[in-house]
């Protein structure tokens, strides 16, 4: 159900991205991030074109060390690999619209 990706991309892969992404950052057993799922989806869905991609974080995870990850679920938002916005904890959709309209 929360299908976060075992360091399944590297920080060059990232920073080499060449269309906008939104990179969250969380963990399956994460309760704040299983409370965000909804409202990030829900966001998500709206934006054609935007690849999400979730990584799951946590002690020794390099990715997420790299980005200054330190609470769940963060919300990395690039345009051409480069950070454009970033949204921590969000709640509410319309949160997560407000960090994606930083792209349009």
């Not at 946590?58 to 060390?65: A, D, F, H, P």
Request: charged letters at 30%.
């Amino acid at each position: 159900m929360f299908d976060y990706a075992e360091e399944a991309f590297t920080l060059e892969q990232i920073r080499k991205l060449s269309s906008d992404a939104l990179v969250e950052f969380g963990a399956p057993w994460c309760e704040h991030c299983q409370a965000a799922s909804p409202a990030i989806k829900k966001a998500v869905t709206e934006h054609s074109g935007l690849h999400h991609i979730k990584i799951y974080d946590g002690k020794g995870k390099r990715l997420g060390r790299a980005f200054k990850v330190k609470l769940w679920p963060t919300l990395i938002l690039l345009h051409d690999g480069n950070e454009v916005g970033r949204l921590v904890r969000p709640l509410r959709s319309d949160e997560v619209r407000q960090l994606l309209s930083k792209i349009n």
